[in-house]
């Protein structure tokens, strides 16, 4: 049995002082999103303007996303990383000095997501192309997974934390708190000493746009685990919209079910996350890829079907648990293996293309809204769970470079 040990990742000083600095930047972000969609409410009590809130952070960095990865190609990545930090800290302060002042409007609110929307998606691009520099590549996947224990944990510490300032300072205060977070982290990232990156060639942006397509096109792991992720973000991920609707009028639960299903969930993705985190890479990737995609999509129909035909609690917490162990497996195995593969001059824009199918979540919940309309919530999820194994099992079984995906990446990795 192998034994977990320090994360690789961590054993090097620069990525080290990058992932405590990403600390405060994504609990910034959770605690901004929390306190935009409060101030919404406080100003309008409409549920009609949280949608609009929603939509106004996520349409910009859908629209801008594959610009962002070809600037972060062209301009030096740090300083992307640390003048968009800056901005997205700047515009934050405002909307804390706007609402502390009782200046704020709708309109306030409303344009500050758009711009923050808009400038993430040349932070995105930068800073995911970024940290793969800091470390060798046998310890990226420790490091794409030490990246998602980020987000898992401020995704359940945050908000609590955004509620109890806003409980006892005022909704200002957590915009202030956010901005500082967004600071640090700026701040670090110009203290870190980053090899040189060759940038690519001064080229118009539509030719390189289309560049970085055609490698997408032409290699086609690329386009399978890019595509992977689309389906487990547009199809897999849809159940979210539609839990309230297994909570309350499925299972009978009420609101503190629903959080707790959701914190099994989380449970799940933080104990695989730190578990990939502390091993670093291992051995057959593709394989692991593969089936942890086809468990994702299973665990979610699991789940849907069987609320709908058992109607058990504890079952439901039993595939609830296999969604965040799975899905984290499947994210972290893909994420790792695009950064792995990618040539260095290429990885904005794949970068870019990657997250921009984690953008699109939100119309995935649109969708299965509409399909639930006329077959239900439960089979309208389970419906998307099917089609995200169904995708990960046909081009393992008809393409042969998925099948030995794991042999390519250790042929890359021993050669580090």
């Keep these: 049995m192998r034994k977990i040990t320090f994360p690789p990742a961590l054993q090097y000083e620069a990525y080290r002082n990058y992932w405590l600095g990403l600390f405060g930047a994504v609990s910034g972000y959770q605690v901004l999103m929390f306190g935009q969609f409060w101030l919404m409410h406080e100003l309008t009590g409409s549920p009609l303007y949280l949608g609009y809130i929603g939509m106004a952070n996520a349409v910009p960095a859908i629209l801008l996303n594959l610009v962002g990865g070809v600037v972060a190609d062209k301009l030096d990545k740090k300083l992307l990383v640390v003048l968009t930090m800056a ?19 709708v309109w306030h609110v409303m344009a500050i997501g758009v711009f923050t929307g808009a400038i993430n998606a040349f932070n995105q691009p930068a800073r995911m192309s970024l940290y793969p520099t800091l470390v060798p590549r046998k310890a990226l996947t420790s490091a794409v997974a030490l990246n998602s224990v980020v ?15 806003i ?28 090899p040189k990156i060759e940038n690519g060639p001064g080229v118009k942006t539509g030719q390189d746009l289309l560049e970085g397509l055609r490698f997408i096109k032409d290699n086609s792991i690329f386009a399978f685990l890019i595509g992977m992720t689309f389906f487990i973000s547009f199809f897999g ?71 709908e035909f058992i109607g058990s609690y504890v079952i439901a917490s039993v595939f609830m648990f296999g969604i965040g162990v799975f899905t984290s497996a499947c994210n972290i195995s893909i994420m790792s293996s695009l950064q792995i593969m990618v040539p260095e001059h290429l990885r904005g824009r794949v970068m870019g293309f990657y997250g921009m199918t984690w953008d699109i979540m939100p119309l995935g919940g649109l969708y299965v ?10 089979f309208a999820v389970s419906v998307g769970g099917f089609l995200v194994s169904l995708f990960a099992i046909g081009p393992a079984l008809i393409n042969r470079q998925v099948r030995t995906l794991g042999t390519h990446l ?3 990795e021993d050669h580090q």
């Design 87 to 105: 901005l997205l800290s700047m515009l934050v302060l405002l909307l804390g000095f706007l609402t502390f002042f009782s200046l704020v409007k």
């Design 151 to 165: 987000w898992q944990a401020t995704r359940i510490v945050a908000p609590a934390f955004a509620g109890l300032l």
């Design 167 to 194: 409980a006892f300072l005022g909704t200002a205060a957590a915009f202030f708190m956010a901005g500082l977070g967004m600071i640090v982290f700026a701040w670090v990232v110009q203290g870190l000493h980053i």
């Design 237 to 307: 991920m849809s159940y979210m919209t539609q839990m309230p609707v297994f909570a309350v009028d499925i299972l009978h639960i009420g609101a503190d079910g629903q959080g707790v299903l959701l914190s099994i969930s989380g449970v799940g993705s933080i104990i695989i996350t730190l578990w990939i985190g502390s091993i670093g890479s291992y051995r057959r990737k593709g394989l692991v890829l593969i089936g942890a995609a086809t468990l994702t999509g299973l665990s979610v129909a699991g789940f849907a079907l069987s609320c």
């Design 369 to 378: 809204g509409i399909v639930a309309g006329f077959i239900g919530a439960p």
């Design 410 to 412: 250790n042929r890359i």
